[in-house]
């Protein structure tokens, strides 16, 4: 019965906190989607510009034409909300540990937002429109990616929390004879 009672403190601290954190990002996120069209740009496909367009979205013009590619900015982020939540939520983590953890999380997510834009740019610029979606790297990406990675990301982390190492003994054992 402990553990249950554990497990659903641990499940109900992880709702409040994505509460939480999910009131504040709706503030932050426009500057962290120009952030993250900052960062696709420097390593973007040729022919194609990434631009945050209002609030959430992030568009992927090729050039020579007016039409947009669009990434519904928070189907991409809700994931770092997740992660974070997650580990703030971890039971047994020391402050500084905690805050640790939430700066390599924000990284980690940071560098495959960029890795899903710029895939899904490249894919943009190199095939058809009705393709895009069939594409396997946009799938595990852009699809499949906001679900997994968090949960990855989480798990690397806070691994030792749930599985702590087996206490050593210095002692050698006995012999039986």
């Not at 390593?43 to 013009?61: C, E, M, N, W």
């Not at 590619?69 to 992660?83: K, R, T």
């Not at 895939?119 to 429109?129: C, I, L, N």
Request: positive net charge.
């Amino acid at each position: 019965m402990r553990l249950q009672n554990s497990l659903l403190f641990f499940i109900g601290k992880a709702v409040l906190f994505l509460i939480a954190i999910a009131i504040v990002w709706h503030f932050i996120s426009p500057a962290y989607n120009d952030l993250l069209a900052a960062t696709a740009n420097l390593f973007h496909p040729a022919h194609t510009k990434i631009v945050s367009y209002g609030q959430d979205t992030l568009r992927v013009y090729l050039s020579g034409s007016y039409r947009a590619y669009e990434i519904y900015g928070l189907d991409l982020q809700y994931g770092l909300l997740i992660v974070l939540a997650l580990i703030a939520a971890t039971p047994g983590l020391r402050l500084m540990k905690r805050f640790k953890f939430i700066l390599i999380a924000f990284i980690i997510m940071f560098l495959i937002h960029v890795a899903s834009i710029l895939v899904f740019a490249k894919v943009a610029s190199s095939e058809k429109p009705t393709t895009i979606s069939s594409n396997p790297f946009v799938v595990f990406f852009c699809i499949i990616g906001p679900d997994l990675f968090p949960a990855l990301v989480w798990m690397a982390l806070a691994f030792r929390q749930f599985f702590p190492k087996p206490e050593s003994n210095d002692a050698e054992p006995q012999k039986q004879t």
